[in-house]
């Protein structure tokens, strides 16, 4: 009887210190995963965490989690860009370094997140555009594969995205079900079509 209640008080007292222990030892490889050097050039370093900074703003963006094979191939392709042209590489993460304060800072309010993922979502979609990049391989093309752009219109600065049309279809059939009504699934070729006539 003293020997099992010596075990259970050993293992209770044992608990928060292995936990404690863990939890250390997961931030630590965290850490030394971020810090891995993917590529160095002229003394510049890209590292894992900036890949991972970029693919978490992504995330948002797209509103849809990466696969690992995305990840791979985003990584791929940014190793391949550093190497080429590694300031404008650096420079860029510096901007998203900011974007994903932005959004972090912004985490717990909705109407906040999904204002600034609309004005963001823009502002790159229609940057590529301007200078023809839409289809150049980046962040972007793994973001359009998950929302892609059904409408843009860079007179007005508009872009309507896939995930926006299905939000306001699911506003509309939330207001359709409480009155009754039946509800409609998206029509992406309709809603493009009804934009180009009002622009």
Same mark, same amino acid.
């Given at each position: ?36 050097? =993917? ?34 191939? #985003? ?14 590489? &650096?420079?860029? #993460? ?5 974007? =994903? ?13 999904? #204002? ?27 973001? #359009? ?12 600065? =508009? ?5 926006? &049309? ?34």
């Amino acid at each position: 009887m003293r020997a099992a209640t010596f075990i259970i008080l050993l293992l209770a007292t044992a608990s928060p210190a292995i936990i404690s222990n863990t939890a250390i030892a997961q931030t630590q490889s965290s850490t030394k995963i971020a810090s891995t050097v =993917l590529a160095t050039v002229n003394g510049q370093q890209l590292t894992q965490g900036m890949v991972d900074s970029a693919i978490e703003v992504g995330e948002f963006l797209a509103g849809h989690k990466f696969s690992q094979a995305d990840k791979r191939w #985003y990584r791929d392709v940014v190793i391949k860009e550093f190497r080429q042209n590694p300031t404008d590489k &650096i420079e860029g #993460y510096m901007n998203l370094k900011q974007i =994903l304060s932005s959004i972090r800072r912004d985490s717990q309010n909705p109407v906040k997140l999904a #204002y600034g993922r609309e004005h963001l979502m823009a502002d790159i979609h229609l940057h590529l555009l301007a200078k023809n990049q839409v289809n150049t391989p980046s962040l972007m093309t793994i973001v #359009y594969k998950y929302s892609p752009v059904i409408y843009a219109n860079p007179k007005h600065k =508009l872009v309507i995205t896939k995930r926006t &049309i299905d939000s306001l279809t699911a506003s509309h059939n939330l207001v359709a079900k409480i009155a009754g009504k039946s509800v409609v699934k998206p029509d992406y070729k309709d809603w493009k079509q009804g934009f180009e006539k009002e622009n």
